[in-house]
């Protein structure tokens, strides 16, 4: 039986490349040849949007005649593996050198034959040249998997904490749905802690050695969903300068976290339940189809439901994505978690900015009344702040509960955000982007799309104003 794989092969002598021909082709499913080195790249071009990526060229050294030193070979080595790194080259010559042997090998080349060759022989060498170019990929791919983990770990998530029913009913659930391979939807509102949810499902599951990866649909241009899902060839769309390897692929053998799966457009959650119903996926501009082991989690602060009824979601992606759902509640539904949080945080960012700093019993049961519009991203961030701008060793909370920029009372939330006691612009701003958070529940996405803001740049805000 044929074995996968593409060779193309590169002599000015019609005879070797004839008799390389008629033997390779009996082992190998495509062989291509060519006797002007002026084709390669156009046929390793040709070969790679065909999806028949060449894994080996067999090389001659000499194209001039009676040319021996070699040097034409070393240059195209060198242009070959420019232009693609996974290329395994094998190089030949009429005159057996060693010393061009051992040149020719430090200059990347994966071995190096003597014509005229015994068939075993070329068999064997050709046969260890694919499996040097498997190992090149292999390392490429590894590589573009350790770039896409040191993000993730460059996130390191902070402990997740709670004592309260509502929080220890979703650690039960967290417990006995992680060891399944049951897909996961997580609810709840901007800052409560899905993405903390999920990074502890895929902790608590079998897959935990295996990647986490994560893809946030609400920061992604419309454009790059399918890309960014399912990766793209070299040249599937102006701008794809090289293959990419999409977060599925990525997120192989472990967890694939997409969060606000809300604002995947109708269009792609046809793609994506494909892709889930089939454990199959074919990279934009490829025809190759690729065999997928994933556990999906994913999270939304939009009522999907609410979405299905509109003709916003599938009905058949939502029954697919929520085998387990997990609710998170909103901070002010169990403030009894606030002080642990408080503390948590305190001791944390006092840590990082050297300090000593304790929080009164007065201002803990001030902070434990607030309501927290943002969750617990908006009380770290408050905390943090305190931790910067307290002077003594007790925390100053008047930054994060009555200062007229951040105290945020009930009234003043029913307040009209434009009814202007000040033309401070920041100020302005800042409880315009409150009102809208309020407005819409905490929901950051349907919040910046009121404000005309893209979710980055909300996000930015959010961070700005430690909302
Ligand atoms: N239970 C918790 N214990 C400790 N920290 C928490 C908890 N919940 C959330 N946080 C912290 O709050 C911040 C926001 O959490 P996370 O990103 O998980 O929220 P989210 O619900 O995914 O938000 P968004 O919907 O805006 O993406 C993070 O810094 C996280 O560490």
């Given at each position: 039986m044929?074995?996968?794989?593409?060779?193309?092969?590169?002599?000015?002598?019609p005879d070797?490349?004839?008799?390389?021909?008629?033997l390779?082709?009996?082992?190998?499913?495509?062989?291509?040849t060519?006797?002007?080195?002026?084709?390669?790249?156009?046929?390793?071009?040709?070969?790679?949007?065909?999806?028949?990526?060449?894994?080996?060229?067999?090389?001659?050294?000499?194209?001039?005649?009676?040319?021996?030193?070699g040097?034409?070979?070393?240059?195209?080595?060198?242009?070959?593996?420019?232009?693609?790194?996974?290329?395994?080259?094998?190089?030949?010559?009429a005159?057996s050198?060693?010393?061009?042997a051992?040149?020719?090998?430090?200059?990347g080349?994966?071995?190096?034959?003597?014509k005229?060759?015994?068939?075993?022989?070329?068999?064997?060498?050709?046969?260890?040249?694919?499996?040097?170019?498997?190992?090149?990929?292999?390392?490429?791919?590894?590589t573009?998997?350790k770039?896409a983990?040191?993000q993730?770990?460059?996130?390191?998530p902070?402990?997740?904490?709670?004592?309260?029913?509502?929080?220890?009913?979703?650690?039960?659930?967290?417990?006995?749905?992680?060891?399944?391979?049951?897909?996961?939807?997580?609810?709840?509102?901007?800052?409560?802690g899905?993405?903390?949810?999920?990074?502890?499902?895929?902790?608590a599951?079998?897959?935990?050695?295996?990647?986490?990866?994560?893809?946030?649909?609400?920061?992604?241009?419309e454009?790059?969903?399918?890309?960014?899902?399912?990766?793209?060839?070299k040249?599937?769309?102006?701008?794809?300068?090289?293959?990419?390897?999409?977060?599925?692929?990525?997120a192989?053998?472990?967890?694939?976290?997409?969060?606000?799966?809300?604002?995947?457009?109708?269009?792609?959650?046809?793609?994506?339940?494909?892709a889930?119903?089939n454990?199959?996926?074919?990279?934009?501009?490829?025809?190759?189809?690729?065999?997928?082991?994933?556990?999906?989690?994913?999270?939304?602060?939009?009522?999907?439901?609410?979405?299905?009824?509109?003709g916003?979601?599938?009905?058949d992606?939502?029954?697919?994505v929520?085998?387990?759902?997990?609710r998170?509640?909103?901070?002010?539904e169990?403030s009894?978690?606030?002080?642990l949080?408080?503390?948590?945080?305190?001791?944390h960012?006092?840590?990082k900015?050297?300090?000593e700093?304790?929080?009164?019993?007065?201002?803990?049961?001030?902070?434990?009344?607030?309501?927290?519009?943002?969750?617990?991203?908006?009380?770290a961030?408050?905390?943090?702040?305190?931790?910067i701008l307290?002077e003594?060793?007790?925390?100053?909370?008047?930054?994060v509960?009555?200062?007229?920029?951040?105290?945020?009372?009930?009234?003043?939330?029913?307040s009209?955000?434009?009814?202007?006691?000040?033309?401070?612009?920041?100020?302005?701003?800042?409880?315009?982007?409150?009102?809208?958070?309020?407005?819409?529940?905490?929901?950051?996405?349907?919040?910046a799309?009121?404000?005309?803001?893209?979710?980055?740049?909300?996000y930015?805000?959010?961070?700005?104003?430690?909302?």
């Amino acid at each position: 039986m044929k074995q996968a794989g593409s060779i193309l092969i590169v002599d000015d002598n019609p005879d070797v490349l004839i008799a390389a021909r008629l033997l390779l082709k009996q082992h190998y499913q495509v062989v291509k040849t060519t006797d002007n080195p002026f084709d390669i790249e156009a046929i390793i071009n040709a070969q790679h949007e065909a999806d028949q990526a060449i894994d080996v060229v067999l090389l001659d050294m000499n194209f001039t005649q009676d040319s021996i030193s070699g040097k034409e070979g070393f240059y195209w080595l060198k242009k070959i593996m420019s232009q693609d790194a996974n290329i395994a080259v094998l190089l030949m010559t009429a005159y057996s050198d060693i010393q061009l042997a051992v040149e020719a090998i430090k200059a990347g080349a994966s071995d190096f034959i003597a014509k005229p060759w015994q068939n075993e022989q070329l068999l064997g060498a050709v046969a260890a040249a694919f499996s040097h170019a498997k190992d090149k990929q292999q390392v490429g791919k590894l590589t573009k998997q350790k770039q896409a983990l040191q993000q993730s770990i460059g996130n390191q998530p902070f402990e997740f904490l709670g004592q309260s029913d509502a929080m220890q009913q979703v650690f039960s659930v967290i417990d006995k749905a992680a060891n399944t391979d049951a897909n996961i939807l997580i609810s709840g509102e901007s800052g409560t802690g899905k993405e903390l949810t999920a990074h502890a499902i895929h902790n608590a599951s079998q897959r935990q050695s295996q990647p986490f990866i994560s893809l946030d649909m609400g920061s992604l241009a419309e454009s790059l969903f399918e890309s960014e899902l399912f990766g793209h060839k070299k040249g599937a769309f102006t701008g794809a300068k090289e293959d990419r390897i999409g977060r599925f692929e990525l997120a192989h053998g472990g967890s694939l976290f997409l969060d606000e799966l809300g604002n995947l457009p109708l269009n792609q959650q046809v793609k994506l339940l494909a892709a889930l119903q089939n454990r199959q996926i074919t990279p934009v501009g490829g025809s190759k189809v690729i065999d997928i082991d994933i556990r999906l989690i994913c999270a939304t602060n939009e009522n999907l439901e609410q979405a299905v009824t509109e003709g916003k979601f599938r009905q058949d992606l939502l029954y697919r994505v929520n085998t387990v759902e997990i609710r998170l509640p909103a901070l002010r539904e169990r403030s009894e978690d606030i002080p642990l949080l408080c503390n948590y945080y305190l001791q944390h960012f006092a840590h990082k900015y050297k300090r000593e700093l304790s929080i009164a019993a007065s201002d803990m049961t001030r902070l434990s009344q607030y309501h927290w519009p943002g969750n617990v991203r908006e009380l770290a961030h408050a905390i943090e702040r305190a931790v910067i701008l307290s002077e003594g060793t007790e925390l100053d909370i008047s930054s994060v509960i009555s200062s007229p920029s951040t105290a945020v009372s009930t009234n003043e939330l029913s307040s009209n955000a434009t009814d202007y006691d000040t033309f401070d612009l920041e100020i302005i701003e800042q409880r315009t982007v409150r009102a809208a958070l309020k407005h819409f529940q905490g929901n950051v996405s349907h919040a910046a799309k009121a404000l005309g803001l893209t979710r980055g740049a909300m996000y930015r805000r959010l961070e700005k104003y430690g909302l």
